[in-house]
């Protein structure tokens, strides 16, 4: 894959950087150089005044050593004068510049590239740069009794264009978040390794740093003009031994407001030196890390409290993309109170405060999180903190059990409950509270509440749903649930009355499904959605009563990171003809997911106008669904993949042209049955060709044989000729094969559907078999499929409306019909030719387009 890079850079336009070449910058050297210039730019210093990697020194016999500087920004425009003359360039150069990609020889090119530039200047006023991935400095000299001094400082003394530099202690206001909290941190222990301290007390002392510099954020967020407590205490020329004491100070203020959040003691007292701090001032005292992006601190939080707590926080985090879709799709607004009942490492919460101080500097006081797990809530208000929550709303509670504390009482409830058939709760108090947590029966066709009868155990997923829906306010309180796709469609009568349940007790404003793994880096694989819920004022008292309304559906194909693995690697929009990675506008990659296309469609949709906390859009081109679609399927199937746009629009598509229902056209058989429905025993002395699902291609299929006391339980269809088998499971739906007239003793895995096409419908064998090598065929059994992991499942039942097209062309039926023949005589198969067909316009059907990735939903 191309490593190149596409940077729009203020002085040579968009250029794409490669690997490094000789005398030239490596590709993140050249970001960082652009970075820099664009800093430069928007001080007010001019693009034309800015010249590249020009030559600063030259040395030697006729000066072919040369000394250069990636940048320099000149006093006059660099076209009127002559750039091959170093010294004339010198006695125009107001800023030269050195760029590095890491920071792991930082003091090595201060020494001898920036500092020696600047010894080199013919302007005493001229001001020395250094940029790389962690630290951006400024050097400047001054004459004292004939004698040149080099200053060293932020960033932030770099003047605007015209005048000259200053320092000054930094205010709140001059502080700025940076991109990479663990380059930075990484910095810091690099210091302390070289003091000699070991691991584990670097990172204790990391903790009384983080905690100082959180604390004297927020000390003075609501003073911005005032200097701040850290400082770079060098460049201001306090003393190593003041500037400890100061910082001591400060960290026992700290400690003493943060203690009762924190897991551990800690020390008041810095352990290290006047010097050593000094140095590690110079690197945190610039930034702000309350306002840095909420996957910045993420990312530094998870490997800071894996090394530090040794806590594996995998298993607390939702990935940041989806919990703020969520929030964006939830919309807070100015003095709502959001919740979470089982908040983890409270990744929602982080999500609605981000959105929300912006307008509300307060609104954490209007955040709210519990947790039945200590770790879990220490996790959660730690990560509040570092993302600039000076207090905290977050508890540990058994939100189940006291579920009847907080009815009615939250503008927003959010959650991503624990989930699966294994995590039950089973206290008789706690099932009492819960509609669900009693039996249900169908009465009359109705399905009722028993309510004397106690379930002996319920999913903990789904009370969380019910108590997120009760505890919701009844004025239209909004609830977001991520669900795995089994509660909504799985067709058992536990199930069903959950989807019942919800949808009588409030209305489904939509939709959303993430691709299988969305979540493996937590440890889940499986499929899973998020539903979006209004909770109703007064609940429906039968299903019936469902009235009309719109309901947004969007499946979510791009995550941004790669979704199959546990490391969860980001994954960026490249070049669509070289795979060049391509930089935003705000110089950042651009992540590769579709979250902000879907938020457009749903803001865009017909349930923008139904659900008036739906930012609405004046398009009008987002999908949705009406509820009468849902309530018309007997288990009222709430799967987003039923109802996505791809799959609706294929069906209409192949209902408009001639076709046939599935349920129309072959017989379904039953496992272990004849063709009179007998059923049939192994014989085990006999020997049969077993066929494993592995096994089966595309019209085709191989065999192991073993005898009848060898095959695993699975073996349960007993194939005949003119027997058709595909795969009854979500990630194999292209797996098929016709059964010939060589057949003796098949037996075929109850992983497979069997059939038979219908007396009187034979010649539509060829249109079957042929569509079964397309995509429009595997869409609509993925569509169908009922589950939340790789095998879910297909059911007769709903394999009956899938659709047929006809293959009108004479001369395409007169080709398939030879693979047809083959097939019957077990030797042939048709895929590869059907593709080719399709590809040469020789069947008339429109097929989408094969899935991006195994993991796409449909």
Same mark, same amino acid.
């Given at each position: ?11 040579? =336009? ?88 890491? @920071? ?23 001001? =020395? ?26 960033? +932030? ?73 850290? +400082? ?15 910082? @001591? ?71 940041? +993309?989806?919990?703020?879709? #969520? ?12 919740? *979470? ?22 609104? !954490? ?24 929550? $000076? ?15 907080? /009815? ?33 029966? &169908? ?13 002996? !155990?319920?999913?903990?997923? /789904? ?24 509660? /909504? ?13 919800? &949808? ?5 404003? =939509? ?11 937590? $440890? ?14 007064? !609940? ?13 559906? +969007? ?82 199937? /709430? ?10 629009? &294929?069906? *209409? ?93 098949? #037996? ?48 007769? !039942? ?45 069947? *008339? ?14």
């Amino acid at each position: 894959m191309s490593d190149k890079y596409v940077i729009t850079c203020p002085v040579r =336009g968009q250029i794409k950087v490669g690997k490094k070449s000789k005398g030239k910058l490596s590709p993140n050297e050249e970001f960082y150089r652009v970075e820099a210039i664009k800093h430069l730019v928007s001080l007010g210093y001019s693009p034309k005044n800015i010249l590249l990697e020009p030559i600063v020194k030259k040395f030697g016999s006729s000066g072919r050593n040369s000394f250069r500087s990636d940048f320099a920004v000149l006093d006059v425009d660099t076209t009127k004068i002559d750039k091959s003359d170093p010294d004339l360039l010198l006695e125009h150069a107001l800023i030269l510049g050195e760029v590095k990609k890491d @920071n792991s020889k930082s003091d090595y090119v201060k020494n001898t590239q920036v500092k020696p530039m600047l010894d080199f200047s013919s302007l005493e006023t001229c001001i =020395g740069i250094y940029w790389d991935n962690v630290e951006q400095r400024v050097y400047w000299q001054k004459t004292d009794a004939g004698k040149r001094t080099t200053y060293e400082g932020a960033l +932030q003394f770099l003047p605007h264009c015209g005048q000259n530099i200053t320092t000054k202690p930094f205010a709140y206001s001059d502080l700025a978040p940076v991109d990479s909290l663990i380059e930075m941190f990484d910095r810091v222990e690099d210091i302390l390794h070289q003091a000699s301290f070991d691991h584990s007390q670097r990172y204790e002392i990391i903790l009384q740093l983080i905690l100082a510099k959180i604390f004297d954020e927020h000390s003075f967020a609501g003073r911005q003009d005032k200097p701040v407590e850290v +400082q770079d205490f060098s460049s201001l020329g306090v003393s190593a031994s003041t500037a400890l004491v100061k910082m @001591n100070k400060l960290l026992s203020r700290s400690v003493t407001f943060y203690e009762k959040h924190l897991p551990n003691k800690v020390s008041k007292q810095f352990p290290i030196t006047g010097e050593v701090l000094v140095d590690i001032t110079k690197i945190i005292s610039p930034i702000l890390i309350t306002r840095s992006k909420r996957d910045v601190v993420q990312t530094f939080y998870m490997k800071f409290a894996k090394h530090l707590y040794k806590w594996d926080l995998a298993q607390y985090f939702t990935p940041t +993309q989806i919990t703020d879709f #969520i929030i964006d799709v939830l919309n807070p607004q100015f003095g709502e109170h959001v919740y *979470d009942p089982a908040c983890g490492s409270a990744d929602f919460l982080v999500g609605a405060f981000h959105k929300l101080r912006q307008y509300n500097a307060g609104y !954490a006081d209007c955040i709210w999180g519990s947790d039945n797990s200590s770790n879990a809530v220490q996790v959660a208000v730690l990560n509040m903190l570092l993302n600039g929550d $000076g207090k905290t709303n977050i508890h540990k509670v058994d939100s189940l059990e006291t579920v009847n504390d907080r /009815l009615d009482r939250y503008d927003i409830v959010v959650c991503n409950p624990p989930f699966g058939t294994k995590i039950v709760e089973k206290r008789k108090a706690i099932l009492r509270q819960f509609d669900l947590g009693h039996e249900w029966a &169908l009465t009359d066709g109705i399905w009722k509440q028993k309510e004397d009868s106690l379930l002996e !155990a319920q999913e903990t997923g /789904l009370l969380f749903a019910e108590l997120c829906i009760k505890q919701a306010k009844k004025e239209k309180g909004r609830i977001a649930l991520i669900v795995p796709n089994g509660y /909504l469609g799985n067709r058992s009568p536990k199930y069903r009355v959950f989807r019942e349940w919800i &949808l009588r007790h409030s209305r489904i404003a =939509g939709i959303v499904g993430f691709p299988r793994f969305t979540f493996k880096s937590s $440890g889940a694989d499986v499929s899973a959605s998020v539903i979006f819920l209004e909770r109703r004022e007064k !609940a429906l008292d039968v299903i019936d009563a469902l009235e009309s309304y719109p309901i947004f559906i +969007q499946l979510i194909e791009n995550v941004g990171w790669e979704a199959g693995n546990k490391r969860a690697s980001v994954i960026y929009k490249r070049d669509e003809m070289d795979g060049s990675l391509i930089f935003g506008d705000d110089g950042e990659l651009i992540i590769d997911s579709d979250f902000s296309s879907s938020l457009e469609k749903i803001s865009s949709s017909l349930s923008s106008n139904e659900f008036e906390w739906i930012e609405p859009s004046t398009e009008t081109s987002g999908w949705s669904i009406d509820s009468s679609q849902v309530l018309s399927d007997v288990d009222l199937t /709430l799967d987003p993949k039923r109802y996505c746009e791809k799959y609706t629009n &294929l069906k *209409d598509n192949y209902r408009a042209s001639e076709h046939i229902k599935l349920g129309d056209l072959v017989e379904f058989i039953s496992e272990r049955a004849d063709l009179e429905g007998n059923i049939l025993k192994l014989d085990v002395t006999e020997e049969y060709k077993y066929v494993e699902l592995q096994r089966i291609g595309q019209g085709d299929y191989d065999y192991e044989t073993m005898r009848g006391w060898q095959l695993p339980s699975r073996a349960k269809h007993f194939a005949v000729s003119g027997d058709i088998y595909f795969a009854s499971i979500w990630s194999s739906v292209d797996k098929w094969c016709y059964i010939g007239d060589e057949c003796e003793n098949v #037996i075929v895995t109850n992983g497979c559907i069997r059939c038979r096409i219908k007396l009187g419908k034979e010649d539509w064998l060829v249109d079957l078999i042929s569509f079964m090598c397309t995509e429009g065929w595997t869409s609509q059994l993925r569509a169908l499929a009922r589950g939340s992991d790789g095998l879910a499942e297909i059911n007769t !039942a709903d394999l009956k409306d899938v659709i047929i097209p006809r293959i009108t062309s004479d001369s395409a039926r007169k080709s398939i019909m030879g693979f047809e023949l083959g097939l019957k005589k077990g030797r042939t198969t048709l895929k590869n030719t059907i593709k080719d067909m399709i590809k040469n316009n020789e069947i *008339d059907i429109n097929y989408p387009s094969k899935r991006g990735s195994h993991m796409y939903l449909v």
